[in-house]
């Protein structure tokens, strides 16, 4: 299933997007798309069963914002350098063991909302990523099996970065990906069982209708069920969770001088196979 979240920011209502593209509410059957309906299998069974019988209202999407997929996100884990080419591209060995730094739930935007640059950024930057939602409580998993068995579905992230502020203003990475609007999240929620492969995947993106970034998940360095395993050894993931998985080579870090870093009225585009699109115009903040 494709689902999404659609409406005013802070108003969205919950919705599906069936196979052949039209709208449907699914408010008449769920409060909205959060964690605790992705750990209801009885409520995401009736969620089917009424998309398969034709049940439910579609929705006119003329002029209809799209939001966040996921509401009430407790925390969101970020993977750095989990790329071979943007390690590469970076100057950086591949790490032993995964990078891990997070992201305040407050950064994530809908898909298409603006992208604000800091004040007195000089450096902000693009990365596309796969977001992985957690959908069981994963805590001390054993395999990659088991954290892939732990994720309810996959979204398209913009991991949105301010790299002075990360690198060269001291302490940790968190001060370059924690400004507002550095996440937009969607347009959909994909659940897993339309992902059979999440090693599998192409993900591009385009400032100003240039490609920068064409990479596949068959480059991470940690795939996705390692990521979740990993990750649950130092900390309970949660249902409605986010884990942010890394970016392919491509970033404006990794040019040469002049780096084409963001700059107000920029438009990005980015998408990641079967996920969507999202496209976002930079103003400044």
């Not at 919705?15 to 750990?39: E, F, K, M």
């Not at 950024?121 to 732990?150: M, N």
């Not at 913009?158 to 969607?186: A, I, M, Y």
Request: hydrophobic share 40%.
């Amino acid at each position: 299933m494709k689902l999404l979240r659609v409406g005013t920011a802070g108003r969205e209502r919950p919705a599906l997007l069936d196979p052949d593209g039209t709208l449907r509410d699914l408010s008449g059957l769920v409060a909205d798309i959060d964690g605790t309906l992705l750990a209801d299998e009885d409520a995401l069974g009736r969620i089917r069963s009424a998309a398969a019988a034709g049940d439910l209202p579609a929705l006119d999407a003329t002029g209809l914002r799209t939001g966040p997929p996921l509401a009430r996100i407790g925390k969101i884990v970020c993977i750095g350098l989990n790329y071979h080419d943007h390690a590469r591209e970076t100057g950086a060995e591949p790490p032993a063991e995964p990078v891990i730094f997070f992201k305040a739930p407050d950064t994530v935007v809908g898909p298409d909302d603006t992208v604000l640059i800091p004040r007195g950024s000089v450096k902000t930057d693009w990365e596309v990523e796969l977001a992985v939602v957690v959908g069981w409580t994963a805590r001390y998993l054993e395999s990659a099996e088991e954290g892939l068995a732990h994720v309810a579905g996959y979204a398209v992230a913009h991991d949105v970065s301010e790299r002075e502020f990360q690198t060269e203003r001291g302490g940790t990475w968190d001060k370059g990906k924690n400004c507002e609007t550095f996440n937009p999240l969607g347009p959909w929620l994909v659940t897993a069982d339309e992902v059979p492969d999440p090693q599998n995947l192409s993900l591009r993106l385009w400032v100003n209708g240039e490609l920068k970034q064409d990479g596949t998940t068959a480059e991470q360095i940690f795939p996705v069920g390692e990521v979740v395993r990993y990750v649950s050894r130092f900390m309970t993931l949660y249902p409605g969770d986010v884990v942010n998985t890394g970016t392919p080579a491509g970033v404006a870090m990794g040019h040469p001088e002049p780096k084409p870093y963001l700059r107000a009225g920029d438009v990005v585009e980015l998408e990641v196979t079967g996920l969507g699109r999202q496209r976002q115009v930079l103003a400044q903040a």
